[in-house]
């Protein structure tokens, strides 16, 4: 037999195999049906928002711990959080108001250099205000749950918050005479690379602008500078009023008040 027969004998027999195999495809093979084909769920709704089971877990973290979580991504670290209570502890540097609700800051670094108002927690209180049980510096743990970030802090923050240990006292409040001698004599902290921590001021209102000053012996006055939209609380201020603020002493020349609260706002 020639060499060109057997190429045509090969050629035929690979053609013929072929229709043999599509024919029994067509008859008997499985076809895909699109009413039967796997449905990829829908993703589950976030629990942010929404009720948390007074018996949920409970995952116990330090403020520093929580900041490294959501440092290696703010996704992986909300699904860890966001179904659970968590009892975070760390120490006080800072409290304020926003719409009503009083707050407490932890700081959350363990750097030499770490900042009192940007390296920081939000804690957000539906009751009593965290300067009533707690002071600066002191070590508390907060319960609450993951929330989103709210007003002047954008990233995720602690809400429903009630404190669960504490080391420090309730923030005593001094008189404007009291905290200007302390700032003379230099035991009052001011313009620290870190910020300032939180002092408790009352006095009498003797000049309202923009600011309010408060009397504080003599002609010598502490000028309040209120926090944002809060400040808007200074309009309902008159001189002569007994006023109890707190807020950050910024020292440059005169003592400042600022970013105050006024008591009673909350």
């Not at 599509?22 to 699109?34: H, N, W």
């Not at 508390?140 to 002047?152: C, D, Q, S």
Request: aromatic share 8%.
């Amino acid at each position: 037999m020639s060499r060109a027969h057997d190429r045509r004998g090969n050629t035929m027999f690979r053609f013929t195999l072929l229709m043999a195999i599509g024919s029994v495809c067509l008859a008997g093979c499985p076809t895909a049906d699109p009413g039967n084909a796997p449905v990829t769920p829908p993703p589950m709704p976030s629990p942010l928002g929404r009720p948390l089971a007074e018996d949920a877990e409970t995952i116990e973290v330090t403020a520093v711990e929580f900041a490294e979580d959501f440092e290696q991504g703010s996704d992986w670290a909300v699904s860890k959080y966001e179904s659970s209570w968590i009892e975070l502890t760390g120490v006080v540097v800072g409290f304020g108001i926003h719409e009503g609700q009083s707050y407490v800051l932890l700081l959350n670094s363990d750097a030499e250099d770490a900042h009192f108002e940007l390296d920081v927690i939000p804690c957000y209180f539906e009751g009593d205000a965290p300067w009533s049980v707690t002071s600066p510096k002191s070590n508390i743990t907060v319960r609450g749950r993951l929330a989103k970030g709210r007003g002047y802090f954008r990233s995720y923050v602690i809400e429903e918050s009630e404190i669960t240990a504490n080391d420090g006292q309730p923030m005593e409040a001094k008189s404007a005479e009291e905290l200007l001698n302390e700032f003379k004599s230099r035991s009052l902290v001011t313009n620290s690379k870190q910020g300032e921590l939180p002092v408790l001021v009352r006095g009498t209102v003797a000049a309202i602008d923009n600011y309010v000053d408060l009397a504080a012996g003599g002609d010598e006055t502490i000028r309040i500078e209120f926090h944002g939209a809060e400040g808007a609380g200074a309009n309902e201020i008159q001189v002569g009023d007994e006023i109890e603020v707190i807020g950050r002493p910024l020292g440059l020349g005169n003592l400042t008040i600022r970013d105050a609260y006024r008591m009673g706002d909350e």
